[in-house]
Structure formats: structure tokens, C-alpha cells
């Protein structure tokens, strides 16, 4: 019997991509997707801990699906809620004790043990003849990795998401990822090419390598006993063909080595488009958040970069409020904003993460000035990226068209810069790379017209 599983992913891509790898590991039990929790057999919520508000969200969301529990029970029906990610490897048990109508508490690091944890349930139902027992706890860091134990993805995107590096040991002292993803492992290069090139024949056109600490990736070689650096890594994938883009995300400033600096100025399909975080300009506050790097590290990296790959454009984020952030650091910020000139950027206020070394530190910022300099760094970031998206005008741009659009007719792509590109177009040009030639700018997405086929189709914004 066909039963039906709703996934909600909050956060970063690494969720996104574990959501994908769970919908597979239940395809086997007879799970496939719904959008409507309502219908659900099976609900998961797969967290994220990074800050305040993305927790409190989950506790909410959770509220919302025991409603829908408690309908398809009043109708005979039964419906498993489960908590994954980063909250639930924080929270383990308290999940239970504030919701304890939740089955299933798992890890980032135990999603592949789910189907026994789903056996387990049904049988504690079966000797509580249909009560629901206590829920399963597992967040354990195990031995073993979960990849070994997933079944090959089945992702069709034309644009997929491929998961080589995970956890991280730099321990920023505002970030709860060490605590929640734990220490850093790489994948073995083998297994992360046979991924890649499953994807590909999949249909995969563009893949995106992710860790959260993607660049100090340093993966048993194949056949020798030797490491590779991602610089490395992204060499070999180059080689696959029919693969057109590749691109990586999240990196740290520490982690750019002379290798992965020239990878981007020797492999064409590597986009050239980074996300490289600094969250702050303050050599002072660098150092409270235990960043390793000066702000002039990090602008000698941008200078480095741009001489391997002139037109590679830059996204970053940042935090404002770090405790003890005075005026003169938040200038310090917004003069490194000015220097660099991002593409397109993500701000945050800082967010106190219980258990961090800066959630106990003193000189916490006041709220309202936190509003007052992420208003004003949003600004500046967002005059930058608009700046930036209309230096593309009269430019022709490949657009890799990903999906169909929510306006009838449309479909929606991406330069290789990350900016959307919306165009009425016929469907079959979804999976295909077009060039574009750019007629406008806009502060979120660009506007233009096909130039490499018969079909003169105008874009809507
Ligand atoms: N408060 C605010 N922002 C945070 N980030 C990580 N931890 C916090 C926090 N405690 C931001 C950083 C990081 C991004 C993923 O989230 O900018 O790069
Ligand atoms: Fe968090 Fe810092 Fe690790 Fe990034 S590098 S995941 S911000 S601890």
C-alpha cells in the first residue's frame, strides 16, 4: 500500500539535500511525497538550529501537524511525526518532553537508520495495540557513515545538490554547527564520482558540492593512498561528460588553497560565482569570533581569486550585533563591503546560541540597534547586487532553465552568476543551457530575450 510522506526542510542546502536522500531511503517502505500534511502518513520536519528564529518555527510547525495527527486518528487513520536535523540533534529528548505526540527524534547523522526506527514504532504500536508508545530518540555521532548505508540517489534535477563534506572543527564562537553536525568528514572521492556521474545520467546538468566547511574537504584519493583537496576533486569532475556546471557551497576564507584558487581559473564549467562568508569587516570582532583571518586575509583572497578568474563575482554572509560590536566594527564592515562589492549577499543579527562561547559572552548588542546596522548593511548589499545585475545588461548570459514557473507559460532559470532568470518559453527548454541576451536589471532577477534558437520569446519578470 502506497503511503504518503511529507518532508519539511528548513535551513541550508545540506538539509535540502538530506531531505532528497530520505524521500529515497523510504521509497522502498512504499513512502512517496505529498505537499499536504494533512494526507500524510508520515510527517517529518527536518530543522535547522543556526539561529532563533528557525527553531522556534519548528515548535510552531509541530503544533500545526499534531492537529492534522489528531484529525486522521478521529478518522481511523494514523499519521508518524518525526523531528530530523540540526534541532533535534540539539534538543534529543526535550522534543519529546515539549511534543510527546513526536515518534522519532534523528540526527543529520542517523537518517539512514529511519527505516528501523520506523519498524520499532510500529511495533511498540502493535504491543500497545495502536497507542503510540514513547518516542525513538537517535542522535548519536555513529561509527559508521550514513552514506555507506543510503541507497543510490535518485534526484532528477537538472540542477542537483551533492553532499562531500560534512560537520566542522573550527568552532566560530557564535555557531552551533560543530555542536549539531559535528567533527568534519570528507567522503571518499570515489564514492562523490560515482554520485556525480549517476546524477548526470539522471539528467543532472549542474551540480553544487556541499559541506558545511566545503573547502576543507580532504577525501581518500581513488586507488592511492593519498588525499584530495577539493581543488583536486572539482579537476576530476570537470571530466564528466555531459556535466556543464559545477559549483560549491559553504567555504571559510582559511580553507581557500593555491589549488582550489587556480581550479577556478582552469575549469570552465566552475561557475564563477563564490559564496565565501566573512560576517564581519572588524579585525577586532574576527578574532571574538574566532575566524582565524584578519579582514585583509580575505580581501587578499578576492584579489588572488579575481586574478585566476577575472569575472568571478562574490556572495557572502554576515552577522551583525556580535557582542561587543561597536560603532567603529560596523564601519569596519561596511567599508570590507565596499572594497569587495558582492554580488548578492546574506545578513543576519547575530542570534545567541545557547552553549556557544558568545552566547554567554558580555556586551551583548541591544536589539534595536542590531535592527538599526542590518538595516543599514542591507542597504548597501542590496544597491551592490542591484548594481551588479545591471552590469549584465546588453551581456549575453547562459541561463540553465531549472523548472517551470508559478505564472502559466513560464520557466525559470539561472545565470551563472545565481541570478533568476524568468522567461515565457516553451517547456521543453527546461534542462537546457540558452543563451540569453539581457535586456534588464532588476534588484532580484534579470530580464532578456533568446538568442540561440528560432524562437524569439521575450522574458517576464
Ligand atoms: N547568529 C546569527 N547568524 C548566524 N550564523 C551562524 N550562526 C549565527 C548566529 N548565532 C550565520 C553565519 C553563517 C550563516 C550560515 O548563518 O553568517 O555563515
Ligand atoms: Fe559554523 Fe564557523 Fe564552522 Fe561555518 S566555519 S559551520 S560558521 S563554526
Redesign the pocket.
Known sequence: MIKNLYIKTYG?QMNVYDSGRIKDLLKPLNYQLTDDPSQADLSILNTCH??EKAEQKVYSDLGRLRQHQTTRRQQGGEMLIAVGGCVAQAEGDEILRQAPYVSMVFGPQTYHRLPEMIAQVARQQDSKKGKAGRGIVDTDFPIESKFDSLPASQSTSTSAFLSIQEGCDKFCT??VVPYTRGAEYSRPAKDILIEAKRLVELGSKEITLLGQNVNAYHGQAPNVNQEWGLGRLLLELASIEGLQRLRYTTSHPRDMDQDLIDAHGQIPQLMPFLHL?V?TGSDTLLKAMNRKHAAKDYLGIIDRLRKARPDIAFSS???VGFPGETQKDHQDTLELVRQVNFAQAYS????I?PGTPAGSMDQQVPEAIKTERLYELQDLLNEQQWAFNRTKVGTVQPVLFERVGKIPGQILGKTPYMQSVPLVAPQRLVGSLVDILVKEGYANSLMGVIIDSNEPVASAA
Open positions: 541550508c543556526i539561529r557564535f555557531c562568508p560576517q554572509d554576515f552577522i543576519f543579527k547575530y542570534s546560541r
